[in-house]
């Protein structure tokens, strides 16, 4: 089958192409095959594919009670991811991260310590050593940015808490108006914020405890107090109105 289907359209492609030739008529003239060598390669292709497409429509095609189990476990799979998510956004509650601090090359802990130390002093809030687990950067060292981030986690979350509630501080000073202070958020959960703040229909987006809240835009005129949603999975998003 593959062979008869395959010599039919190199046939069908010749005869377009040199008024009525065949591979039997082209015989030994090489000149003629060298000059239909693409009008083959096409043929053939489209011949294989041909063929492929009849095996695939021959196969049985999965009962409903089939469709039914994948998509159910399809679904299970999807639920499980999701709640390993918790589970990971559970483990960073005392985490912080911290973006647009400067990296010099040979910075070693102790001065990133002091470094973060002194930042939480000039938002105000009072942060020593024996506050903090555990401090370092992460990542690869960026070339468009001043460094790394750095990721702070606490002895105790209402330490995380006081340092949350007076990051606004920091952009009052002029040497940290380009830090960045956040949850530490799973791989998921920062997808998720970015692809709310960029949503037409978003008016605001922000973190609290790794959930993502925001705020639909009003219509010109509106005033009304706007309640945020909270996003937690993707199928959260459907509170905002996307359909997929």
């Known amino acids: 089958d593959m062979q008869r289907t395959i010599l039919a359209r190199v046939n069908q492609a010749l005869k377009d192409t040199t008024e009525g030739s065949t591979v ?23 011949a294989v594919g041909e063929v492929m497409n009849k095996a695939i429509n021959r196969l049985p095609k999965p009962s409903d009670e089939m469709e039914v189990k994948v998509k159910d476990l399809q679904r299970r799979l999807i639920l499980s991811e ?9 483990q960073r509650r005392e985490c912080i991260r911290i973006h647009g601090l400067p990296e010099p090359r040979d910075e070693t802990v102790d001065a990133l310590e002091d470094k973060v ?22 990542g690869k060292r960026p070339h468009n940015k001043p460094g790394r981030a750095v990721i ?3 002895v105790s979350r209402r330490d995380k808490k006081r340092v949350m509630a007076a990051k606004k501080a920091l ?11 956040s949850d530490d958020l799973t791989l998921l959960r920062s997808k998720m914020l970015n692809y709310v703040k960029g949503l037409d229909i978003v008016d605001k987006a922000w973190t609290v405890e790794g959930k993502i809240g925001c705020t639909k835009k ?4 509106l005033t009304t107090e706007r ?4 996003i937690e999975n993707p199928d959260d998003l459907f509170k905002l109105g996307v359909d997929s």
């Open 117 to 138: 130390l002194g930042m939480f002093g000039e938002a105000g809030v009072e942060v020593r050593k024996v506050h903090i687990s555990a401090l370092h950067r992460t």
């Open 171 to 181: 952009k009052e000073k002029p040497a940290y108006a380009s830090v960045f202070v």
């Open 24 to 46: 039997a008529s082209a015989g030994g003239d090489s000149s003629l095959i060298i000059q239909l060598i693409p009008a083959i390669v096409t043929s053939v292709a489209l």
């Open 152 to 154: 702070v986690k606490f």
């Open 227 to 230: 309640r945020p949603i909270y």
């Open 218 to 221: 009003q219509p010109p005129g």
């Open 82 to 90: 999701y709640k390993h998510d918790r589970t990971e956004q559970y």
